[in-house]
């Protein structure tokens, strides 16, 4: 059984430019979701997907944006970057039990300074 | 809205002093609540999930326990490489697409 991973690793953008982030899900997982850690804080929700359909949102506004493809693949977008929005990008799978999703497991995470 | 502190925020620990990382937690209707690792620039490690009020877990030097509104991460005889912050989280049953909500974390160091 594969792990999470995602891609890339580490990425310096400029303000104002947009960004893809990628996560390749653990196999049979159905559920991605994807957090923003700032540096000395726990993770923040930014939304999840759900076969392919957005099923929740955090308080994160519209230029973050997601993708995800019946692959177990899925992506993070990000428009008009904001210096606030340096942190490390989080992305979990989580298998369905009993129609909730069950335990969240990250991937390693993409470094994202902003200039 | 849901909200999870974790105390202490830092602590030192000699190898085989063993102590307690506190989690309380104010939730809807909790779900689960999980307990991560997380190496520095690494993503979380899951450790445990506790779903109802008196439910235990234990991993090698590490013991979950969960009441109605805090769980306690016990640390029994801890090396140096138990040393990390360790994440505490809440799901709720309430919408929100089954989110984690996390603490800020207790960054534990063991030294020798």
């Known amino acids: 059984e594969t792990g999470v991973t995602q891609s890339p690793t580490h990425l310096i953008k400029t303000r104002g430019q947009q960004v893809t982030l990628r996560c390749s899900s653990q196999?049979?997982?159905?559920?991605v979701s994807w957090y923003q850690q700032a540096l000395g804080q726990g993770p923040q929700f930014i939304f999840q997907?759900?076969?392919?359909?957005?099923?929740g949102r955090g308080n994160f506004p519209p230029r973050f944006s997601g993708l995800q493809f019946p692959n177990y693949s899925s992506e993070l977008n990000v428009n008009a970057l904001e210096l606030d929005d340096s942190a490390l990008y989080l992305c979990?799978?989580?298998?369905?039990?009993?129609?909730?999703?069950?335990?969240?497991?990250f991937g390693p995470g993409t470094r994202l300074t902003v200039l | 809205e849901d909200q999870v502190t974790q105390s202490p925020e830092a602590l030192r620990l000699q190898e085989g002093e063993s102590s307690s990382l506190n989690c309380s937690y104010t939730?809807?209707?909790?779900?689960?609540l999980f307990w991560y690792r997380q190496d520095p620039g690494k993503g979380p490690e899951f450790l445990f999930t506790?779903?109802?009020a008196g439910e235990e877990k234990e991993k090698e030097r590490l013991k979950a326990t969960l009441t109605k509104k805090e769980s306690f991460l016990h640390i029994t005889a801890p090396k140096p490489e138990d040393s990390a912050t360790y994440l505490c989280?809440?799901?709720?049953?309430?919408?929100?697409?089954?989110?984690?909500?996390f603490g800020t974390g207790t960054q534990l160091k063991v030294e020798l």
């Open positions: 979990a799978s989580s298998p369905e039990r009993g129609g909730y999703t069950d335990t969240q497991y």
């Open positions: 196999s049979g997982h159905n559920t």
């Open positions: 997907y759900y076969r392919e359909e957005e099923n």
């Open positions: 939730v809807s209707g909790l779900r689960g």
């Open positions: 506790l779903y109802s």
């Open positions: 989280a809440v799901q709720a049953f309430t919408g929100g697409g089954n989110k984690l909500t």
